[in-house]
């Protein structure tokens, strides 16, 4: 079975009942995977090497790539929050679970209507609070979500192939989440 305007539409029909703010479709080889935004991870992201969600546990740029070239179709997504003021992480992060609630909220009704898919969110993963990583397995591997970047895919890049709007106002937070599908049943969260 291939990705066919229903299935986008039955997508659709899903996206409507969250706060999703803006949403847009591309085909897998629209999005680039680049090494120089892993460079990005190394050099400037505190949390490299600190969890299952971010390189180097999520593997190479190329064994990235070749796990979402298994797909049909990308979702891209946002969700916005509010707050008094962006560059105050503690605030700007504290809005963060509301979107991790709502990217797990549509890999549940995904994997309801037979949709494979990998998603990927804004950030690493913050289940636990520590990560288990490099010491032991992943504690939640099914709901763990890695982080946009680590897969080397800069984000804005796809948002602005979609025209999806920008913000620098100072308070909006805009959270980014990517969804890779298929129409086949039986892939999951990797
Ligand atoms: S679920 Fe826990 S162990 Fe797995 S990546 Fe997230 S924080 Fe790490």
Redo the contacts with the bound molecule.
Sequence with gaps: MSFTPEIQEKIEQILAAYPVFQYGFLDVDEIEFKEEVRRICLQECPRYNT???CPPAVGTVEECQKRCAAYEKILVFTTLAEVSDVSNMNETLATRKEHEGVVHALCEDLSAQGMGFLALSSDS????SH???PEGP????E??LPCIESYGILVTAAAEKLSMDFFYDGRTVVWYGILFLSSDTGKGLV
């Design positions: 969890s299952w969600s993963c913050a289940l636990c990560c288990a990583w992943c504690r939640h591997p709901a763990m």
